[in-house]
């Protein structure tokens, strides 16, 4: 049986850092997305995937050509050449799939999950339904798709990004759902389609969609919150799929000054420099070659390839993009996300969210929340 992997989107919500890198790459411990979502898809007895592109395919299809571990795992793409929203994307991969293949696994290609993909198959078989679409409760569903279901889960309404007064159910779209081949039918090709908006709701006035509710671990890494929140579960093991980064893993390459705490779990790819009384403190990650400056604190946050963080400078729950500096004694905390080679200035203070595109520079002292 094989999945269709939707990775066609933009990741606008996660810029700038998706400007250079794919939402289906940025790191989570270090390994690109796809790796947990290889490894979902394998759990679930799944034999192979086709991945739906679109925007950035190049670096996508490179990470999979070197990766040599997929045994038996088979590829295809299926590339976009303008976007073809959800469904248009899942119709786009249809030369890829064999009809007696039997139903198939579709996913958005930015969740990550604990959830068991064999009682989602047995509870689209028992139904007999033509599409079954996964449900997760979560703590504030107005960012999210809201799917109400009878006690037969059976689905009968959708409610998009509701306003607080309006939620009437926390349990939201998961973006993983099984389709009978003939639902693929029901999508016109070529032509921009989306599954939430168009085919799930004729499902629905047809009543063959089902819901099918789980409880297993469940974020989607498409804001820089939720990206980071996906980044610290997995450090801590809160996946459930693999233990956490109790004990710290610290190659030879690495290099540790006087007086640095490491607090784990971390991560910490090769040949990063650590100068004298720094402190990396838990849940954070970093990547290859980065620079922590003396005295300088990094906690809960994700430093992408090649970042320098400059002696005093401070970094609380933040996206650091590749080869970023951030200047001496600066502040960046609040969610702040930084797109590769920007340069935060001395003493700068970044607060808020804020967001600064690919190489900008902030003069010295230029910005203070
Ligand atoms: P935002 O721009 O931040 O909304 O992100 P997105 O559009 O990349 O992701 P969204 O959560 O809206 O979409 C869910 C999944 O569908 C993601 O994994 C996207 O990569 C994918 N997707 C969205 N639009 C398209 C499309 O036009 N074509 C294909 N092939 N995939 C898409």
Not at 17 to 23: G, S
Not at 228 to 242: I, K, R
Not at 253 to 261: E, L
Request: net charge negative; with cysteine.
């Amino acid at each position: 049986m094989k999945a269709v992997i939707l990775v066609g989107g933009q990741g606008s919500r996660l810029r700038p850092i998706t400007y250079h890198i794919p939402k289906a790459l940025v790191p989570l411990r270090n390994q690109p997305f796809m790796g947990y979502m290889v490894e979902f898809l394998r759990r679930g007895g799944l034999d192979g995937a086709v991945l739906s592109l679109g925007y950035l395919p190049d670096p996508i299809q490179a990470y999979f050509a070197d990766r040599k571990d997929l045994d038996g795992f088979s590829l295809d793409y299926a590339v976009e050449d303008r976007p073809l929203g959800t469904a248009g994307g899942l119709k786009n991969a249809e030369p890829y799939l064999d009809r007696g293949d039997g139903p198939l696994v579709v996913v958005n290609g930015d969740v990550l999950t604990g959830l068991d993909l064999g009682e989602l198959l047995e509870a689209h078989r028992e139904s007999g339904a033509q599409a079954t679409i996964t449900l997760t409760s979560v703590e504030d569903p107005t960012a999210y798709g809201l799917v109400e279901v009878d006690s037969e889960m059976q689905v009968h309404r959708f409610l998009e990004k509701p306003a607080y007064d309006e939620v009437t159910t926390n349990l939201v779209n998961a973006g993983i759902y099984v389709l009978e081949p003939e639902v693929l039918e029901m999508i016109p090709a070529d032509q921009e389609v989306s599954i939430e908006r168009e085919i799930f709701p004729e499902l629905q006035a047809r009543g063959t969609l089902r819901a099918h509710v789980s409880s297993a671990y469940w974020r989607d890494v498409g804001t820089p919150r939720s990206y980071l929140m996906a980044s610290h579960d997995v450090l801590s093991g809160a996946v459930g799929t693999e233990p956490g980064f109790e004990y710290l893993q610290i190659d030879a390459s690495t290099k540790v000054g006087k007086g640095v705490k490491l607090l784990p779990p971390l991560s910490i790819a090769p040949d990063c420099v650590f100068e004298e009384g720094a402190t990396v403190g838990g849940r954070s990650s970093l990547g290859r070659g980065c620079r922590i400056g003396r005295g300088a604190t990094v906690e809960g946050s994700v430093v992408l390839d090649g970042a320098e963080i400059e002696p005093g400078a401070v970094v609380r729950g933040s996206v650091i993009g590749p080869e970023v500096r951030v200047g001496q004694d600066a502040i960046v905390r609040g969610l702040s996300v930084l797109g590769a080679e920007a340069v935060i200035g001395e003493g700068n203070v970044l607060d808020q969210g804020l967001r600064v595109n690919p190489g900008v520079v902030l003069q010295p002292r230029s910005l203070n929340f």
